[in-house]
């Protein structure tokens, strides 16, 4: 079945590094690629999104591009603050099982520190 | 508006008793789903619900675990006999509709302790 994987964290940063988190999807046809945002005692928040294959998406300075040839959504930030500390999760709904489930990887924590 | 609701926020139970859940959406979404954050498992889908029915029941763990939405709105899922391995936090999230293009918003969920 699809699935999705993510690297372990926690990543920890200085705050204006740079960010990568790698995130690499398993899934038949075209699925949509997500991340999710959790900042500590909050729900779950979309954070960007995309639904095709060369498609970026972008929100608050984080990028990931959908990249069909390497099954991968890494997400990126030129430069993290200390505000965005929280738990980050990589996301899709595809083909098998239907386009309205979303299947998660399981979460990396992000710490900023001044 | 108003956001995804979600009651109670927390629970503790013993061991075999029944619980339930309660999940207000965004009014007007016609689409719900239910899903299970837990230490060793993640994030997992549970239930989805469109409209009243629910077309994908694939998540529910075992036949413990029931749900079921009244007049396209409210969405209720029941835990019977309840065990350790039900601590977790429950979330729910509506759409305007189904498919990938509409964004879920999620609810805060409820964290479920059972002793």
């Known amino acids: 079945g699809d699935s999705v994987t993510q690297m372990e964290g926690p990543v920890t940063l200085s705050e204006e590094a740079f960010l990568t988190i790698n995130c690499t999807y398993t899934a038949t046809g075209y699925p949509s690629l997500f991340w999710y945002v959790q900042y500590p005692g909050e729900g779950l928040q979309l954070l960007l999104k995309a639904t095709k294959a060369d498609d970026k998406g972008s929100n608050k300075g984080f990028e990931a591009t959908y990249r069909k040839e390497t099954t991968s959504f890494h997400l990126e930030k030129g430069s993290v603050q200390v505000s965005d500390s929280a738990v980050y999760f990589c996301a899709l709904t595809g083909v098998s099982g239907g386009y309205n489930k979303l299947i998660f990887g399981a979460g990396t924590r992000l710490a900023v520190h001044p | 508006g108003a956001g995804v609701s979600q009651s109670p926020s927390n629970k503790v139970t013993e061991k075999g008793k029944d619980v339930e859940l309660r999940c207000d959406p965004i009014s007007g979404h016609t689409a719900l789903y239910w899903y299970r954050q837990s230490l060793g498992q993640g994030l997992e889908f549970l239930i989805y619900?469109?409209?009243?029915?629910?077309?994908?029941k694939s998540g529910l763990p075992s036949d413990r675990f029931s749900a079921e939405r009244t007049g396209g709105s409210v969405s209720t899922l029941t835990i019977q006999r309840t065990q350790q391995e039900d601590s977790a936090v429950y979330l729910c999230?509506?759409?305007?509709?189904?498919?990938?293009?509409?964004?879920?918003?999620f609810g805060p969920g409820t964290r479920l302790t059972v002793t």
């Open positions: 619900f469109q409209g009243n029915s629910a077309p994908d």
């Open positions: 999230a509506s759409s305007l509709e189904r498919g990938a293009t509409y964004e879920q918003y």
